[in-house]
């Protein structure tokens, strides 16, 4: 009886032991890229060759040898950035998310500009955007 016992346990055991195999989602392509255009105390995020006009856009921004204060949005687009402004001074590190209540797409070109100190460099990582069917999509910055 204890044989037919472990047999059965044994039996269960090394049905129950298969691992489940690892599938990875296929690599989300870049959908255009984001660049920063210096002059002075501003800087210009500008949207470079998208597939598709987007519905929001958000980038990181570490800002060498100085801070930002400020960002104004072009073509009345809606920006959220993390704080920049008013009391609280500048910052060397926020992100900048821009969207459009009124659902206006984003298009390639100027998107914001960046109030910085003078001689500060922005450096721009983890840029996406949402694009028009509301997938979060990769979006390439393109090195100064």
């Known amino acids: 009886m204890r044989a037919l016992l472990w047999a059965g ?5 090394a049905a ?13 392509q870049p959908v255009g890229s984001v660049r920063v255009d210096v002059s002075g105390s501003s800087a210009t995020l500008v949207l ?7 519905r929001a856009f958000e980038v990181d921004i570490d800002v060498d040898e100085g801070n ?5 949005p072009i073509a009345d687009h809606d920006v959220v950035e993390a704080g920049l402004g008013g009391d609280q001074g500048g910052k060397a590190h926020f992100t900048v998310v821009v969207g459009d209540t009124r659902r206006l797409p984003l298009q390639d070109g100027p998107l914001v500009v960046l109030s910085i100190d003078e001689g500060a460099t922005p450096v721009l990582s983890g840029a996406a955007g949402v694009d ?4 979060k999509r990769a979006l390439t910055v393109v090195a100064p």
């Open 9 to 13: 346990a044994l039996t269960t055991l």
């Open 16 to 28: 129950c032991a298969c691992d489940v195999p690892v599938i990875d989602p296929p690599p989300v």
């Open 48 to 54: 470079v060759g998208l597939e598709q006009p987007l």
């Open 68 to 72: 930002a204060s400020a960002v104004t």
């Open 132 to 135: 028009q069917q509301g997938v």
